[in-house]
């Protein structure tokens, strides 16, 4: 059975896939849910999500907290030193999945290191922050705000 450990404002907590699906969890808007958890009633609403890095920010009750989902194979990467690399220079950034730019946060002639929000597409109803993989410069943007991408496209390329 797979495990999970969730960071939350930089504090770790494992769940085990029988900890999740024991969530009474019901879908109540878009990106909103209501979760009964040993008698107690959450309101959560999906902020963001970042689908690339597992990362997405969500509001408990009022509160928001940054999430970084990792399971079993993340952890024993990051413990291998995989993913530690110097910052690489990037040529494109490709739409990781179909969907809806709802903001770009970065104009052409800017400087990106790794990390950097580039824009914001929507997809499966959540709002993901795509984020640069190494740095550049902002050479072209291919797409408008309220435009569709589909998976794959070339909607920034670095130089």
């Excluded at 739409?95 to 580039?118: C, F, H, R």
């Excluded at 794959?152 to 390329?157: L, P």
């Amino acid at each position: 059975m797979t495990n999970y450990t969730i960071t939350i404002d930089n504090e770790q907590f494992c769940l085990s896939q029988k900890d999740i699906l024991s969530l009474d969890v019901i879908p109540t808007k878009t990106s909103k849910y209501h979760v009964l958890h040993e008698e107690k009633s959450y309101a959560i609403r999906v902020i963001a999500f970042d689908f690339m890095t597992k990362t997405m920010s969500i509001e408990v009750n009022g509160n928001t907290y940054e999430l970084v989902l990792e399971d079993e194979y993340d952890l024993k990467v990051k413990q291998m030193g995989l993913l530690t690399q110097k910052a690489h220079k990037i040529n494109n950034i490709k739409a990781p999945m179909p969907g809806l730019i709802i903001d770009i946060m970065v104009s052409e002639g800017q400087e990106i290191s790794k990390g950097t929000p580039l824009l914001v597409l929507s997809a499966m109803k959540m709002e993901n922050i795509i984020t640069s993989t190494g740095e550049g410069i902002v050479k072209t943007i291919s797409v408008l705000k309220n435009e569709t991408v589909e998976k794959g496209q070339i909607i920034i390329e670095i130089d």
